[in-house]
């Protein structure tokens, strides 16, 4: 089993916070709302070591007001991944030498948040 730290990589609108339309997330004084147990998770992750990695489909020109949302709400993260469109996306990586998958992926219902996932 390797025991280097997991990285998990998460969305923000609908999977961390609750989604919105680009037009009131662009607003900078909109007050994200947190989905239930966002919060608990981030800290779980965060005190086994994980490394976290935030991304949104927010283009690159709103990363200040989003990374003042994220702080005015208490979600905290190691890198912030901006621009990647709402389109389909995927998750590509190499299989470990020993055959054990190095990658994985979770769908979350929007909306639902991610208090009852385990990784």
């Known amino acids: 089993m390797d025991s280097?730290?997991?990285?998990?990589?998460?969305?923000?609108?609908?999977?961390?916070?609750?989604h919105n339309t680009p037009s009131t997330v662009a607003n900078p004084t909109y007050k994200m709302e947190l989905l239930p147990d966002t919060l608990l998770k981030l800290e779980e992750w965060?005190?086994?070591g994980y490394r976290i990695i935030l991304l949104t489909g927010r283009?690159?020109?709103m990363r200040e007001v989003t990374e003042n949302q994220l702080r005015d709400v208490g979600i905290f993260y190691d890198q912030l991944i901006m621009g990647v469109g709402g389109g389909v996306r995927y998750l590509v990586n190499?299989?470990?030498p020993n055959g054990n998958?190095?990658?994985?992926a979770i769908n979350v219902e929007r909306?639902?948040?991610v208090g009852n996932i385990t990784v």
């Open 59 to 61: 283009k690159e020109s």
């Open 4 to 18: 280097r730290p997991k990285t998990i990589i998460c969305d923000i609108d609908g999977t961390l916070v609750k």
């Open 46 to 48: 965060e005190a086994k």
């Open 94 to 96: 190499d299989t470990k």
């Open 101 to 104: 998958q190095a990658a994985f």
């Open 111 to 113: 909306n639902k948040g």
